[in-house]
Nanobody, 119 residues
Framework: QVLLVESGGGLVQAGGSLRLSCAAS????????MGWFRQAPGKESDFVAA????????DYADSVKGRFTISRDNAKNTVYLQMNSLKPEDTAVYYC????????????WGQGTQVTVSS
């Protein structure tokens, strides 16, 4: 079992920045892929970014490339999402997730943190 706890959400003006954190505990492993997803009101959940837990390989949705950066601190079992140049369309609940087998199947999810970007 893996427990994921997000933090760092809030209200920010367009053009501002936020950094989300995801603290992982339990049966974490260096083979886990960690991802961020987001869900806006009335919309489906969308992939935002992912990183391998130890290899440093990253992937981003086109909509956030160049603005968001995913990183991880293995010593702290924490994954971060640095979000710059935020836009109103980035408003959503952001979820951290873990893919234990690196197959694109995220088995563990956090409770989510709200990000609101005002225009």
């Amino acid at each position: 079992q893996v427990l994921l706890v997000e933090s760092g959400g809030g209200l920010v003006q367009a053009g501002g920045s936020l950094r989300l954190s995801c603290a992982a505990s339990g049966r974490t492993s260096s083979s886990y892929v960690m991802g961020w997803f987001r869900q806006a009101p009335g919309k489906e959940s969308d992939f935002v970014a992912a990183t391998s837990w130890s290899g440093g390989k990253t992937d981003y949705a086109d909509s956030v490339k160049g603005r968001f950066t995913i990183s991880r601190d293995n010593a702290k079992n924490t994954v971060y999402l640095q979000m710059n140049s935020l836009k109103p369309e980035d408003t959503a609940v952001y979820y951290c997730a873990a893919d234990p087998n690196a197959l694109g199947e995220y088995h563990y999810w956090g409770q989510g943190t709200q990000v609101t970007v005002s225009s």
